[in-house]
């Protein structure tokens, strides 16, 4: 693994990170319905599924489920709620069908602690 950074498309959070990299850990915590999720899933759809970065995302709120379904409409770029709500048509059907097969290939690990008061 080589250590270059990478950008996380956001001008203001890389200067307050310096960028994203190996060997970086990154907490990021706050209120619920803060948009916490939907940001880190935004930034692994462009480092991991874009980007091919090794990634790892355990999230503590969410189950697997809702992770995956909220994945799949960032890289789909299909709205999660057309999801949620079963409402999808054939053109989202085949952009979720795409992000699947991307999502699939890149290099990320999810895992859900759901309930858990740490990552131990």
Avoid: Q
Wanted: charged share 25%.
């Amino acid at each position: 693994m080589t250590d270059t950074r990478f950008p996380t498309g956001w001008t203001e959070l890389d200067r307050l990170i310096g960028e994203l990299g190996p060997k970086r850990f990154a907490v990021v915590a706050g209120v619920p319905s803060a948009g916490m999720t939907t940001t880190l899933l935004s930034l692994i759809d462009s480092a991991a599924v874009m980007g091919n970065v090794p990634t790892l995302f355990v999230d503590l709120e969410n189950g697997l489920p809702i992770i995956t379904d909220r994945l799949l409409a960032c890289a789909g770029v299909v709205d999660y709620r057309r999801i949620r709500d079963g409402r999808l048509d054939a053109h989202d059907g085949a952009r979720l069908r795409s992000a699947g097969a991307r999502i699939d290939a890149a290099p990320l690990a999810i895992t859900d602690l759901r309930g858990s008061r740490t990552v131990d």
